[in-house]
């Protein structure tokens, strides 16, 4: 029995890491603290609300109008609170999805400014990690097919995160995209640095000459990736960048910075 007060304060003196960051379900407590006496009907009650899982489309409507791509990654691993396997429900539904069948979805446009710019030769960057990549694939199939047409393209910058060379998403794609003069791609491996390179925020500051020749060109900046860590570090690193090129004071790199975001600096997170 002191054991399990032991347990209890624990864990609800040190919630956030305890049950929060180890994804801890009431099932897993559950099994964890068998004493609890509780029914089947009182478990229902008390689960949450499945909730609406969004992902960007990883296509472009140039491609196939009728059709879209969506990037997922499949959360499969060892379960980090209690036993056993820890499994995304979404992701594992749709990796198990099989030709034919029919799905519920509801296709919504994107949030604020991030959309291509419609003058073409307005130049980007776009800058993620992971299925982050999503969009961007979508936005360099789009300029390849303006390109094919004839059509006069500004530069794009694509600053890319992975772990590693084996889970780099689109290479193929992307190498004979850049063959053909519609994108320059950067890759940063986390679980594979190549010196200081680790994360996409250290390819910025390696490459931030080139980022503020294009940001003074009028160039757009997109950001898709993890709202809880790649985002806020990302924003960070611009901030600094500015404020170093421009001496200027951290309260006027954050009064440009949040200049650019209403129109020229757009966000797409997730997590």
Request: charged share 25%; glycine share 8%.
């Amino acid at each position: 029995k002191q054991w399990y007060q032991r347990r209890v304060r624990g864990l609800v003196s040190n919630y956030e890491n305890e049950i929060v960051a180890k994804r801890a379900s009431l099932i897993d407590l559950l099994e964890s603290f068998r004493s609890v006496k509780i029914s089947l009907g009182q478990v229902i009650t008390l689960l949450p609300s499945m909730r609406i899982r969004q992902y960007s489309i990883s296509s472009s409507p140039l491609w196939k109008p009728n059709h879209v791509t969506i990037s997922i990654s499949v959360l499969y691993s060892k379960a980090w609170f209690g036993k056993g396997e820890f499994r995304g429900v979404a992701s594992n539904f749709l990796a198990k999805v099989t030709p034919g069948e029919l799905l519920s979805v509801a296709v919504r446009p994107s949030s604020g400014h991030f959309h291509l710019p419609a003058e073409l030769e307005t130049p980007i960057v776009m800058i993620c990690a992971g299925t982050g990549i999503a969009p961007f694939r979508g936005f360099i199939q789009e300029r390849a097919i303006q390109a094919a047409s004839g059509r006069k393209l500004g530069k794009a910058l694509l600053f890319f995160g992975t772990q590693t060379p084996e889970t780099y998403l689109y290479q193929k794609e992307l190498e004979e995209w850049e063959k053909l003069g519609v994108v320059s791609v950067r890759v940063a491996y986390s679980r594979k640095p190549e010196g200081d390179v680790k994360y996409v925020q250290h390819l910025l500051l390696r490459d931030k000459a080139e980022l503020i020749e294009l940001v003074k060109a009028g160039a757009r900046i997109y950001v898709c990736g993890s709202g809880k860590k790649m985002a806020p570090d990302v924003r960070k690193t611009i901030l600094e960048i500015y404020a170093s090129h421009t001496s200027s004071s951290p309260e006027a790199a954050e009064l440009w910075l949040t200049n650019m975001e209403s129109n020229r600096y757009a966000t797409d997170v997730f997590g």
